[in-house]
């Protein structure tokens, strides 16, 4: 069939290579011209697409990477994947909203559109589905398929990938529901149906909130384990020695990506403004995470005071800057918040990350290759994201003045988070 997919990041440029891998015809249909060229010349931009993916569905002659809304004609099945962010602490559907304007006019009788954006419950039927219909004509469920299918795409996870992730379907109908599910049962191997779209759209803002928290508490955890003198690494592995009853979470200097720092406040959104409460867990879990870069930086200040140094006049290196490792990754990432944090305290700041583009290093932040000078110079060298190919052997024999907020060396000199 003929699939359009809207949106060319993370989540929908795996999806469009799929659906062409496996036979489909797909319009990559992307707002953002320099992405599309990129498309066009075989480039990928996305950890998880390699160039040669891009150029082996382009020679095909069935992926049509395309700015131009006249491309989305004909579409069997359409499938949403743009960005939700917040603003000013409240969702920001405005990507739905317009994309579902941009699909309408080219809805026919018959079709499918799923969204897969990460939203609040409610939103297919209440916002995006009302879109489609007043510019189609046409009513969901009776005229056209509609339903949502959560994305669950882990950038750079070797194990777990769009085609063997357990993918969650659901319609605002039955039929809706086994159009969806129809479409995805060929591009993934496992489909699960919901019953619901607002059961979907709820399931993924709980499987990323239930991370959030538990992140949230083990640095919160971290935090009190320095103050007594406890070591939380050591703590965190022996509690995951337990085969039943607990997963392991480990500390960070903060929480990044499009998930964590945005997805559990849709939820809490939502419950306050549809039954006026708070979302408690949400809500402490936002204040203990979004205040671990404020204490990264602290602990750089006590890292320097316990060498006689003062922050202001410092030289920081700082050792990843993307919020995952082994990611290119730099949405949301808490590298960036301790940059700044330590740059008003006037630090003088460097970093070391092979993957990160110039694009997403931080004002006043200098990128550096890892070499033994760069590390000389440093008066600390801050490990905010454990890349592999940093050449670790060469910090460890640095340890002595060395902040690692990942647990990733293990000579006897270095502070850890």
């Known amino acids: 069939m003929t699939v359009a997919v809207v949106g060319q990041g993370y989540v929908g440029l795996p999806l469009s290579v799929r659906a062409v891998q496996v036979g489909h015809d797909v319009v990559g249909f992307d707002l953002d011209k320099q992405r599309v060229d990129q498309l066009r010349r075989g ?6 697409i390699t160039d040669s993916d891009i150029a ?7 992926f049509r990477p395309t700015d131009d809304t006249g491309d989305l004609a004909g579409f069997r099945t359409a499938v949403v994947c743009v960005p939700t962010p917040l603003r000013d602490g409240a969702p920001d559907l ?25 939203t609040y419950p409610g939103t297919t039927e209440e916002v995006f589905g009302p879109i489609l219909e007043a510019g189609s004509g046409l009513t ?23 085609q063997n992730t357990p993918k969650i379907v659901s319609g605002v109908d039955e039929a809706s529901a086994a159009a969806v599910r129809a479409f995805y049962d060929t591009i993934v191997d496992h489909t699960v149906p919901a019953p619901g779209t607002r059961e979907a759209e709820m399931a993924k803002l709980l499987e990323n909130t239930f991370r959030h928290v538990n992140i949230a508490l083990v640095n919160e955890l971290a935090v009190y384990c320095h103050e007594l003198g406890i070591d939380v690494w050591s703590v965190v592995d022996m509690a995951a020695t337990k085969p039943f009853g607990f997963m392991k979470f480990t500390p960070g200097p903060g929480v990044g990506g499009h998930c964590l720092p945005i997805d559990p406040s849709y939820l809490s959104w939502r419950v306050r403004r549809s039954l006026g409460r708070t979302f408690r867990f949400v809500e402490i879990a936002n204040d203990v995470n979004d205040n671990m870069p404020a204490y990264v930086a602290a602990r750089v200040t006590e890292h320097l005071n316990r060498r006689k140094l003062a922050v202001n006049g410092s030289r920081v290196l700082l050792l990843g800057l993307t919020y995952k490792r082994n990611s290119g990754d730099a949405r949301q990432s808490p590298a960036v918040p301790v940059a700044h944090r330590l740059a008003d305290l006037g630090a003088q700041l460097t970093a070391i990350d092979p993957k990160v583009t110039a ?22 060298v801050v490990v905010l994201t454990d890349h592999d190919d940093i050449d670790w052997d060469l910090v460890e024999r640095h340890a002595g003045k060395v902040l690692d907020t990942r647990n990733r060396l293990t000579a006897p000199g270095v502070d850890r988070l």
């Open 94 to 118: 405005s990507f739905i909203e317009e994309s579902a304007s941009l699909l309408a006019p080219h809805l026919t009788k018959g079709a499918t559109v799923v969204l897969e954006s990460t």
């Open 140 to 162: 969901a469920g009776t005229d056209f398929h509609l339903g949502y299918s959560p994305e669950r795409i882990d950038p750079n996870n070797p194990t777990w990938h769009l």
């Open 43 to 48: 480039e990928s931009f996305i950890d998880d």
């Open 56 to 62: 082996a569905c382009l020679a095909t002659g069935r």
């Open 359 to 380: 694009a997403d290093v931080p004002a006043g932040v200098e990128l550096v290759d890892c070499t033994p000078e760069a590390l000389d110079a440093a008066d600390v």
